[in-house]
């Protein structure tokens, strides 16, 4: 039986590479056996000539689908246009600068057919990346799996092959703010990883600056904690014991040594003590905001992979 698999390409900017992208692509996609292709390409408000090329490729090649967004919504929107289109038994999310590895995707279909249905690339050298990128982003997953629930596995891109089931399960999500890789962990499913090296880029340069990577990790961290709101009662409480114990200290002194500065003692607890009450207050406030903010989001409680029944 053949299968079709949809490879997904988000392509903001890339018009040198588009050309490049699929001549290297498309020999080792159709070396891999009994597998037909659909190239799904999201053109993500490009303003170069990236649409063209791709229009071009796609007059000549009836396997492509080409998705244009109507502006520029960042890659992850342009990945979410891009599943949603693919009507593949699997799909395969890969960038368009080529530094994710193609001749790893005969394999990731290898396990796939073996019975996984996630197989995701984990990079094992980011020497491609700057220090500052690979300093910042060790900082992130390490802050993050210790704020959110779900572990999401370090060094894992958005280069990944999903079966169908695992696709259907994010479309399921209906909350806007789509921080995939957190998406992609919550969903969960049998996932295999393999370690591949990061090449530099092939032609042009990265889109994301150090803003934009800075507004990435803080939307991380908002779509799946509550914690940075919530942490105010405990903020609070730590601050208010100190006072009581700041007010204990001042009582003895002035039993023991007497009153210097009349007023000062009194004020100064009173001012710190309630600052204390109006911290747990908002922390207080935190935590059903935290509740409301989740429950927004609307997420499905659990979900199947598949259900069975033998008579
Ligand atoms: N991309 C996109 N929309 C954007 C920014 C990037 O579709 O607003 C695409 C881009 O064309 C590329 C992929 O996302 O295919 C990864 O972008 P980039 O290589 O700049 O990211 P990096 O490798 O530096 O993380
Ligand atoms: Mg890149």
């Known amino acids: 039986m053949r299968?079709?698999?949809?490879?997904?390409?988000?392509?903001?900017?890339?018009?040198?590479g588009v050309l490049h992208f699929f001549r290297t692509i498309i020999?080792?996609?159709?070396?891999?056996?009994?597998?037909?292709?659909?190239?799904?390409?999201?053109?993500?408000?490009?303003?170069?000539?990236?649409?063209?090329?791709?229009?071009?490729?796609?007059?000549?090649?009836?396997?492509?689908?080409?998705?244009e967004l109507s502006r520029n919504f960042g890659k992850e929107a342009a990945m979410t246009a891009g599943l949603d289109a693919a009507t593949g038994a699997a799909m395969v999310?890969?960038?368009?600068?080529?530094?994710?590895?193609?001749?790893?995707?005969?394999?990731?279909?290898?396990?796939?057919?073996?019975?996984?249905?996630?197989?995701?690339?984990?990079?094992?050298?980011?020497?491609?990346?700057t220090a500052a990128k690979r300093i910042t982003a060790?900082?992130?997953?390490?802050?993050y799996n210790r704020l959110a629930k779900i572990r999401v596995p370090e060094n894992v891109g958005d280069f990944r092959l999903m079966d169908c089931c695992v696709?259907?399960?994010?479309?399921?999500?209906?909350?806007?703010?789509?921080f995939m890789k957190g998406l992609f962990a919550w969903v969960g499913f049998r996932t295999v990883?393999?370690?591949?090296?990061?090449?530099?880029?092939?032609?042009?340069?990265?889109?994301?600056?150090?803003?934009?990577?800075?507004?990435?990790?803080?939307?991380?961290?908002?779509?799946?904690?509550?914690?940075?709101?919530?942490?105010?009662?405990?903020?609070?409480?730590?601050g208010g014991l100190l006072t009581l114990l700041y007010g204990l200290f001042i009582v003895v002194r002035t039993v023991i040594f007497g009153n210097p500065v009349p007023g000062y003692a009194s004020i100064f607890f009173a001012v710190t003590f309630l600052g204390s009450i109006q911290i747990i207050s908002i922390g207080m406030l935190g935590e059903y905001i935290?509740?409301?903010?989740?429950?927004?989001?609307?997420?499905?409680i659990y979900i199947i992979r598949k259900k069975s029944r033998f008579n």
Not at 104 to 121: D, F, Q, S
Not at 138 to 143: A, D, E
Not at 290 to 300: L, S, V
């Open 193 to 238: 990883t393999i370690d591949y090296v990061r090449a530099a880029r092939a032609v042009g340069t990265s889109k994301f600056s150090g803003l934009a990577l800075w507004n990435f990790a803080l939307e991380g961290l908002t779509s799946f904690s509550t914690l940075p709101i919530r942490i105010w009662t405990y903020v609070g409480c730590v």
């Open 290 to 300: 935290g509740r409301i903010y989740m429950e927004t989001k609307g997420r499905p």
């Open 138 to 143: 060790s900082w992130f997953y390490s802050l």
């Open 93 to 129: 999310v890969i960038d368009a600068d080529l530094q994710d590895p193609p001749e790893l995707i005969p394999t990731m279909v290898e396990k796939w057919r073996e019975g996984a249905e996630v197989v995701v690339g984990r990079r094992v050298d980011r020497s491609s990346d």
């Open 27 to 67: 020999p080792i996609l159709e070396g891999i056996p009994d597998t037909g292709w659909e190239f799904v390409c999201v053109d993500d408000g490009s303003t170069d000539d990236t649409l063209a090329c791709l229009l071009t490729c796609a007059r000549e090649d009836d396997r492509f689908l080409i998705v």
């Open 3 to 16: 299968d079709i698999i949809s490879l997904v390409v988000p392509f903001y900017n890339e018009g040198k």
């Open 167 to 178: 696709v259907d399960a994010l479309k399921s999500l209906p909350e806007r703010q789509r």
